[in-house]
């Protein structure tokens, strides 16, 4: 392949690209529809100059087959009076005009074929321009369509990281922080208040058992004061007693507060 023809190849395929898309498919129906309209007129002019044609040659046959007759005619008057040579120039007068007439025949049937063509291709186009018309505003609304769709779809494009849907985003996020920071509180402030609750009841617990014990204690302690002698027999005897009858009590005391201190 030569180098010229490469060139012509890459120029005519640029070309052909700029051409298309430079294409507007509006505008593209809409010249369409003028060039069909431009033919029509144009087909038109030619069907009726085709009619004009047409009807001068039938006028120009009728007077060719006007003219036959005529000289007929005169040819037999004058063979009536004896005329023999003025009979035979009518006949020549006559053979003219019926070979005149003869080839305008021919002329007016291939005109009424060509006329009868025209008519039907005008037909025909009138009937694609209808159909064109309408296939037009069909396409037409199917571009507005597609266009309306495109640009729906590269308005949400530009909403997915435009400043503002960041923004929403963003707020959206802080919101859900919050909540979990307030429902984060709640659930600390719910354990605060069930802890305060076990201590109490763990304390009324504790307080219950001591109340048991010291019941139990002045209950043991009732009889052992009940056989101690009268405050004069204790006198006389030595303090030394007295000493060794408290020291249980004591120490059961003193193991107590112990136990309250671990506690």
């Known amino acids: 392949m030569g180098l010229f023809d490469r060139i012509s190849r890459v120029v ?5 690209d700029v051409v298309s898309k430079a ?8 010249q369409s529809i003028i060039d069909m309209q431009e033919d029509l007129v144009q087909l038109r002019q030619a ?8 009807k001068r040659t039938q006028q120009q046959y009728n007077q060719a087959q006007s003219e036959v007759n005529n000289w007929q005619s005169r040819a037999q008057l004058a063979l009536s009076k004896g ?20 080839a305008l025949k021919q002329t007016l049937d291939t005109q009424n074929t060509q006329v009868d063509q025209l008519k039907r291709n005008l037909i025909a186009l009138e009937s694609k321009i209808s159909e064109a018309k309408t296939k037009k505003d069909m396409l037409k609304a199917r571009v507005a369509a597609a266009k309306a769709q495109e640009q729906l779809q590269n308005t949400v494009g530009r909403m ?24 984060a509180a709640g659930e600390l402030a719910g354990n605060n208040l069930e802890s305060q609750f076990a201590l109490l009841e763990s304390g009324s617990d504790v307080d219950d058992e001591l109340m048991a ?4 204690m002045l209950a043991g302690s009732s009889p052992n004061q009940a056989a101690l002698p009268s405050s004069s027999q204790s006198s ?11 020291t249980p009590v004591d120490k059961d005391l003193e193991e107590l507060r112990r136990q309250m201190d671990q506690l």
């Open 83 to 102: 005329d023999e040579n003025l009979a035979r120039e009518a006949l020549v007068r006559k053979k003219t005009h019926a070979d005149t007439a003869g």
């Open 23 to 30: 294409e507007d498919p509006e505008k593209i129906l809409e």
């Open 236 to 246: 006389d005897q030595p303090s030394n007693s007295s000493n060794k009858t408290s």
């Open 12 to 16: 005519r395929a640029n070309l052909n």
């Open 160 to 183: 997915g990281t435009s400043t503002a849907m960041a923004a929403f985003e963003r707020m959206e996020e802080k919101v859900l922080q919050m909540e979990a920071r307030a429902q």
């Open 213 to 216: 014990m010291k019941a139990q």
């Open 47 to 54: 069907v009726a100059q085709a009619i004009a044609t047409q």
